[in-house]
T-cell receptor, first 114, second 111 residues
């Protein structure tokens, strides 16, 4: 069974640009969550999608958005990039939406904003 | 902001020794999970303990949960060099899959 796939693995963008990151969950998984990891703030929840609907959203500005497609693949978009957006972005999938399920994480996309 | 704190922030031990990491959190939870992360890569799930459980074992891992103190501990017995990684606790509230991660413990196992 293939794991969670995130593309691209590495990105370098310039301040003010926008970026789109992609996540393909494990086959059959319908819940996809996104996290931002930085040395200063640690792992922070961005948003969660289940069956194409955003179910939860973390405390991030509106520049961060996402969506989920009918095949459960998800994308997140960051517009008007700032230097502080440099981070490892992790996607996690779970088979269903329930509080007692483990999450399976992808290898992440390392975004560097210059 | 993170949900919880972990201590120690860094831990260095010899191969074969036991490693204990602690996690404290702030609000009521449905479950607490522990994850491992190798050097800037994805997180790997280790163990899940429900709020009504007090102790759980998985191989060389032992997790305890004290909901009255809002704390958990992860014990790795007979550590190996391959256990070198960062370890995070994550709490889950409500019915979604929104995880609140601790600050992490960086474990180094010296061969």
């Amino acid at each position: 069974k293939a794991g969670v796939t995130q593309t691209p693995r590495y990105l370098i963008k310039t301040r003010g640009q926008q970026v789109t990151l992609s996540c393909s969950p494990i086959s059959g998984h319908r819940s996809v969550s996104w996290y931002q990891q930085t040395p200063g703030q640690g792992l922070q929840f961005l948003f969660e999608y289940f069956s194409e609907t955003q179910r939860n959203k973390g405390n991030f500005p509106g520049r961060f958005s996402g969506r989920q497609f009918s095949n459960s693949r998800s994308e997140m978009n960051v517009s008007t990039l700032e230097l502080g957006d440099s981070a490892l972005y992790l996607c996690a999938s779970s088979p269903f939406q329930g509080s007692n399920t483990e999450a399976f994480f992808g290898q992440g996309t390392r975004l560097t904003v210059v | 902001s993170q949900q919880g704190e972990e201590d120690p922030q860094a831990l260095s031990i010899q191969e074969g020794e036991n490693a204990t990491m602690n996690c404290s959190y702030k609000t009521s939870i449905n479950n607490l999970q522990w994850y491992r992360q190798n050097s800037g890569r994805g997180l790997v799930h280790l163990i899940l303990i429900r709020s009504n459980e007090r102790e759980k074992h998985s191989g060389r891992l032992r997790v305890t949960l004290d909901t009255s103190k809002k704390s958990s501990s992860l014990l790795i017995t007979a550590s190996r060099a391959a256990d070198t990684a960062s370890y995070f606790c994550a709490t889950v509230r409500g019915t979604g899959n929104q995880f609140y991660f601790g600050t992490g413990t960086s474990l180094t196992v010296i061969p």
